[in-house]
């Protein structure tokens, strides 16, 4: 890092040779990078920390990651990676859901690619909410516990899916993160647009790494990591070399 601040930033992390590579980027080029036996807030707060805060991160939101920011990085906003989120949304409701309120919200967030303007994003919210009252005795029926131990649960969701799917949408909307790249105040902040995925660091630089490592595959993991190193530095700004690239 030379310590210019760059508004916006990706972050993400790619396992190669037995080892997390956590990666920090702007829009443009890779930043610096560390590599750590997994991702948590302990591993990522080293790699934020010695990086110049920016105005926003975007992320996929992995809880060490989300920890890690706040700590290093307290007055910056977060964008939520929308891809990541779609395929947390499809493991859990799949693509073929079996309920009406499962196949609406799925529908609905297909429809996410087409908000570009802050307008719209209030507009995709306010179907949010009229699907989420539509089903909310569909999404709140209970379950209960025919015998429950003093220590068990008494009662659960019987559609256990489609409540956490909900949940997750309405708590990313309540904490802002779903639509900040839509925000005119936090674009002029930031001085440029504002990426609504991590597919930069995602698709240009973690999967292209992954297809290199799959061509070396006879590779031990050191050396592995020696040429991940090499690799990330020729996707810096003008070759500058990073701390950690021997």
């Known amino acids: 890092m030379t310590g210019e601040i760059h508004p916006v930033l990706l972050i993400d992390g790619t396992r190669v040779g037995g080892q997390v590579c956590l990666v920090a980027a702007s829009v443009s080029y890779a930043l610096d990078w560390l590599w750590a036996p997994w991702e948590s807030s302990i591993t990522w707060t080293p790699l934020l920390s010695r990086t110049p ?5 975007v992320c996929d939101g992995q809880k060490g990651i989300e920890l890690a920011v ?36 799925l529908d609905h967030y297909r429809t996410i690619w087409s908000v570009d303007a802050e307008k719209k994003a209030n507009e995709w919210c306010a179907t949010f909410k009229q699907l989420h009252t539509a089903h909310e005795s569909f999404i709140k ?13 008494k009662w659960w969701y019987t559609h256990r899916s489609v409540p956490s799917t909900y949940r997750q949408i309405d708590k990313l909307i309540m904490e802002h993160k779903l639509f900040a790249y839509t925000e005119p105040s936090l674009i002029s902040k930031a001085g440029q ?22 061509l070396h595959r006879g590779m031990p993991p050191n050396h592995q990591h020696r040429l991940a190193d090499w690799y990330l530095y020729d996707k810096t700004e003008h070759g500058k070399p990073p701390r950690n690239c021997l």
């Open 53 to 57: 805060e920016p105005h926003v991160v």
């Open 70 to 105: 706040k700590r290093a990085w307290p007055d910056t906003r977060a964008q939520r990676c929308l891809f990541h989120v779609w395929m947390n949304i499809r493991k859990k409701l799949t693509l073929n859901p079996q309920s009406q309120a499962g196949r609406d919200l």
């Open 141 to 153: 029926e209970r379950t209960q516990h025919p015998s429950p131990k003093p220590e068990q649960r």
């Open 193 to 214: 647009h504002i990426p609504r995925t991590t597919n930069f660091v995602e698709g240009g630089i973690n999967s292209q790494l992954k297809e290199l490592i799959r």
